[in-house]
């Protein structure tokens, strides 16, 4: 039985119609609409690649069905620059070497945004490694990522402070 | 994976009418059981998604001084809810110890209660689980077995229950409740999951179709608030199971425990409620000795199912740093890093 479902992606409404229950929100991101940037790599909720964020909130894309998310507002690494014009926490991860071979990037890069407006973590180094836990590096890339995460989060706080000033 | 039918219904009734059918299972979140479905491990052959059902999600503060959980309720919306995590701080600091914070955020109550062992023969479909398939044998017997239960284990099976959240739960005596093809009813999460005794199979008193739709705290659970604490030592500071966990809760008056309330995770197929212990704690002081005497109680009945003698060992000294943590008062903050023994905010003395 077909059935049908749409989705809000990067701001542009997408509507589907599945053939087969079984396709997770990543399978619908990487083979439907080819956007690559969200990675497959463990597919069981272990390292964090596949990280997008779903209605705000930061989730595992590999353990989504995407029937189940009928509605839902995603959004995946393609949607957080503007144009040209970098994401804050993309380029603190240039800035300081938050990555080497670039896999789990996209992943972290997300789970770094959905990490900051859930205000969890504020500026402390041991909260942000605890609030990243879900996201593994093979290369071993965390002291950059602590750090880049350290100056967006701080970037962010400053521009709050000018808004309200 | 295997294919399955995908059922969406509208009601709770609905719900529980569609999954009273022989190979239907509830679909939450999906954190767990999609993972099992992935290895083969479980393979149902519908899926009744709950997930759109309404008022699951609510967390109600009840006139009489309890708290009703809505099965739908996201670890991490609860974990975060101010007046939950003031009023049950122990509950508040497991649901953040568990997991990932990608997992806390879609991860549900319900399906927290219901997860499944993380038994290395269970998801190996190779293995034999009696389990997994019923009158198969258990691999873990003579398998890797160090992380394996220390209590309430069988011949038939060694699995441990991974949730943190429902070792506090225990604790409090939580209340589930439970929409079935015969109407609602309750019971106590103690009676929820079953030790494996010969049908490992079976692993909770719920019957086709039921769906839990609330957990309830009750009246008592708040008075603990002062002095409540989980601990949870694991192989990595973050993102992993328990290898032996405790919630400890004092109500301290006049320099003496009026109660006590205890609990371990990771030590048997069910979460731990160790009332032997409790009850030396009853209107004594709060001291070490005390506390000594509590953990060989929680132990008393402990046994090795394997190579895995340590964590009998391990547990009385969780117990006893758990119990020296909550003497000493909850903090104002979870610990940047939840339940943590290396947590640098526990100010905790090494028992």
């Not at chain 1, 909720?45 to 029937?67: E, F, P, W, Y």
């Not at chain 2, 429902?166 to 999460?189: Q, S, T």
């Not at chain 2, 340590?310 to 909850?330: C, D, N, P, Q, S």
């Amino acid at each position: 039985m077909n059935h049908s479902i749409s989705l809000t992606v990067n701001g542009a409404r997408r509507d589907f119609v599945l053939d087969d229950p079984r396709v997770t929100l990543l399978d619908l991101l990487r083979e439907r609409l080819h956007l690559t940037g969200t990675k497959k790599g463990c597919d069981r909720g272990q390292c964090g690649a596949c990280t997008i964020l779903v209605d705000g909130k930061r989730i595992n894309s590999c353990l989504a069905l995407a029937i189940s998310h009928d509605g839902a507002d995603i959004l995946t690494i393609e949607g957080v620059a503007r144009g040209d014009q970098l994401h804050p926490v993309q380029a603190a991860f240039i800035a300081h070497d938050g990555f080497q071979c670039g896999f789990c990037t996209p992943g972290q890069i997300m789970s770094a945004i959905g990490m900051m407006s859930e205000a969890q973590a504020g500026n402390d180094p041991e909260r942000i490694r605890e609030c990243m836990s879900g996201n593994l590096c093979r290369c071993g890339a965390y002291a950059g990522i602590v750090d880049a995460v350290l100056e967006a989060q701080a970037g962010m706080d400053e521009s709050n402070q000018r808004r309200s000033a | 994976m295997k294919q399955f039918d995908y059922v969406k219904p509208g009601t709770v009734a609905e719900a529980v009418a569609a999954a009273a059918q022989p190979g239907a299972v509830y679909l939450a979140a999906g954190t767990n059981l999609l993972d099992l479905m992935k290895g083969g491990v479980s393979r149902p052959d519908r899926l009744v998604d709950v997930t759109h059902l309404g008022g699951l999600d609510q967390i109600e503060h009840l006139a009489d001084g309890s708290v009703r959980i809505g099965a739908l309720v996201s670890n991490a919306d609860l974990a975060h809810d101010a007046d939950f995590a003031k009023a049950y701080p122990a509950v508040a600091e497991a649901l953040l110890s568990g997991a990932s914070a990608q997992l806390r955020n879609a991860a549900t109550v319900g399906g927290n209660l219901l997860q499944r062992t993380r038994c290395a023969y269970f998801y190996d479909t190779a293995s034999r689980c009696n389990k997994r398939e019923a009158g198969s044998g258990c691999d873990a017997r003579e398998g890797e077995n160090r992380s394996h239960a220390v209590l309430g284990w069988s011949e038939n099976c060694i699995a441990t229950h991974p949730s943190d959240f429902c070792v506090p739960l225990v604790a409090f005596d939580a209340v589930v409740e439970i929409e079935g093809r015969n109407g609602r009813r309750e019971i106590a999460l103690d009676e929820l999951h079953r030790l494996p005794g010969a049908a490992p199979e079976r692993e909770s008193a719920l019957e086709p179709g039921d769906l839990i739709v609330a957990v309830r705290l009750p009246p008592a659970a708040r008075g603990f608030a002062a002095h409540a604490r989980y601990l949870k030592v694991r192989e990595r500071t973050s993102y992993a199971f328990a290898v032996v966990s405790a919630a400890a809760a004092l109500r301290i008056e006049n320099g003496r425990i009026g109660e006590a309330r205890l609990a371990l995770g990771g030590v048997a197929a069910k979460p731990w409620r160790a009332r032997a212990a409790e009850d030396v704690l009853r209107n004594v002081a709060p001291t070490a000795d005390a506390f000594q005497e509590a953990a060989w109680r929680a132990l008393t009945d402990a046994k090795p199912s394997g190579d895995n003698a340590f964590k009998i060992e391990l547990a009385r000294r969780i117990v006893v740093r758990a119990l020296t943590l909550a003497a000493a008062g909850t903090p104002a903050r979870i610990p940047a890093l939840p339940a943590s023994s290396f947590a640098s905010t526990s100010g905790a003395i090494h028992a």
